[in-house]
């Protein structure tokens, strides 16, 4: 997907995997990448990393970073902070520690520090039944994984202006795609 911020997703994600001593449940990561995308859309009206957002039957998800959570796509630049799951959990990659996590800005620290501090005690499936409940826009697939437009999302957020904000990441997109096809 074009305009995926590929380092900065694998860092969010070694964030998370860091508060939780090294290691984190896929389900829980999944969500929280997610939660992540949409508490910075709330605060500052952009996704944080440019991932996918799609409904599956265990609540919204980043489908981007799942699927390299789950070995589906590679990444050298995710693979750098994410060792890769061992079992149900994700592990962050030998080495690396918060000072590594360069690309988080004092803003996007803030959203994180705000969701583990809000959920760290939460199991996997409480994180998801949370999502369930409090994300609108996450629309039950029934079994296969429908897309969540962005404009949706910041509808749900009750901004004014959500289909602009949802057409300024369309162009982000369209953007990167065509700065990808120039090289």
Sequence with gaps: MFGYQERKAGQVAAFF???????????????LLYLA?????????????????VSMDHGPVASISLNQINGLTQGD??????????????????????????????????????????????SQF??????????????????????IPHDRVFKFLQKQDANMLGEAILHYRRTAEALDRAL
């Design 17 to 31: 995997a860091l508060k939780a001593g090294g290691r984190i449940n896929v389900l829980k990561l999944a969500k």
């Design 37 to 53: 995308e949409r508490e910075s859309m709330a605060r500052y009206d952009a996704p944080m990393f440019y991932d996918r957002l």
């Design 77 to 122: 630049e995710w693979d750098t902070y994410i060792a890769g799951r061992n079992g149900n959990d994700v592990l962050v990659a030998q080495g690396i520690n918060f000072a590594d996590l360069d690309t988080l800005s004092r803003a996007d620290l803030g959203v994180l520090e705000y969701l583990w501090e809000r959920f760290a005690d939460y």
């Design 126 to 147: 409480k994180l998801r039944d949370w999502t369930h409940e409090n994300c609108p826009e996450w629309e039950n697939p029934h079994g296969s994984s429908e897309p």
